[in-house]
C-alpha cells in the first residue's frame, strides 16, 4: 500500500484544514487508517483512526469535536477534518494503514504503511 497525504498549510489559529490521503495497491477497505502527528523534539501521537467500517472513528481524547476522520472505500481516500485549529496543532502530520487482523487504532506499531507526512503550521 502507497500512501500520499495532502492538504497541510500554514493558517491562523481558529481556521480549518482538511487533510487527504490516498492510498493505492493492495484493497484499501482490509485495511484500519490513522492518522499520527508528529511535532519538533516530540514523538509521534495519535490523532484520529477508522476501521473499515466507516462507522468507527477513534480520536485523542483532546482532540475530539475539533477533528473528523471519515473515509471514502470508492475513492481509496481517508481524510482528517480539523477545525478551530491552534498553535499547539502545528506538527507534521501522517496517515498511516494497519491490516485487519491486527491493527489497533491508537496503536503505532500496528500500522504497516506510512504517507510522507504533510506539514501543518498554525499561527497564533
Known amino acids: 500500500v502507497q500512501l500520499q497525504a495532502s492538504g497541510g498549510g500554514l493558517v491562523s489559529a481558529g481556521a480549518s484544514l482538511r487533510l487527504s490521503c490516498v492510498a493505492s495497491g493492495r484493497t484499501f477497505s482490509s485495511y484500519g487508517m490513522g492518522w499520527f502527528r508528529q511535532a519538533p523534539g516530540k514523538e509521534r501521537e495519535f490523532v484520529a483512526a477508522i476501521g473499515w467500517d466507516v462507522n468507527y472513528p477513534y480520536y485523542q481524547d483532546s482532540l475530539e469535536g475539533r477533528f473528523t476522520i471519515s473515509r471514502d472505500n470508492t475513492k481509496n481516500m481517508v481524510s482528517l477534518q480539523m477545525d478551530n485549529l491552534k498553535p499547539e496543532d502545528t506538527a507534521v502530520y501522517y496517515c498511516?494503514?494497519?491490516?485487519?487482523?491486527?491493527?489497533?487504532?491508537?496503536?503505532?506499531?500496528?500500522?504497516?504503511?506510512w504517507g510522507q507526512g504533510t506539514q501543518v503550521t498554525v499561527s497564533s
Open positions: 498511516a494503514a494497519g491490516p485487519r487482523g491486527s491493527w489497533l487504532p491508537g496503536r503505532r506499531a500496528s500500522y504497516e504503511y
